[in-house]
């Protein structure tokens, strides 16, 4: 059994800092994709930021240049470093494993509500 717990959302002014955590447990493929999605209300759910076990990272133009996504493999732990926060980020954020494996799986977390006011 997978579990994905996030931690760190929350409201913040727009132009502030958050940082999301998302702890794994349980038994999954060592070689993964570990990433971030968000849905907001009314919206579909969109790729946010995505990180590889080797480390190659993926962006949503969008959040390019004010996320950072990072992993630490030893504690099958990924973050989310958002700075610069805008109204428009404001959405629930769900955490994502998806296994580098055929066929793969996908993973999901209860999701953690960010606020950005104006």
């Known amino acids: 059994q997978v579990q994905l717990v996030e931690s760190g959302g929350g409201l913040v002014q727009a132009g502030g800092s958050l940082r999301l955590s998302c702890a794994a447990s349980?038994?999954?493929?060592?070689?993964?994709?570990m990433g971030w999605y968000r849905q907001a209300l009314g919206k579909q759910r969109e790729l946010v930021a995505t990180?590889?076990?080797?480390?190659?990272?993926n962006y949503a133009d969008s959040v390019k240049g004010r996320f950072t996504i990072s992993r630490d493999n030893a504690k099958l732990t990924v973050y989310l470093q958002m700075n610069s926060l805008k109204p428009e980020d404001t959405a629930v954020y769900y955490c994502?494993?998806?296994?580098?494996?055929?066929?793969?799986?996908?993973?999901w977390g209860q999701g953690i509500q960010v606020n950005v006011s104006s």
């Open positions: 349980g038994s999954f493929f060592r070689f993964n994709t």
């Open positions: 990180m590889t076990t080797g480390g190659i990272s």
């Open positions: 994502n494993v998806h296994t580098s494996t055929l066929p793969s799986y996908d993973y």
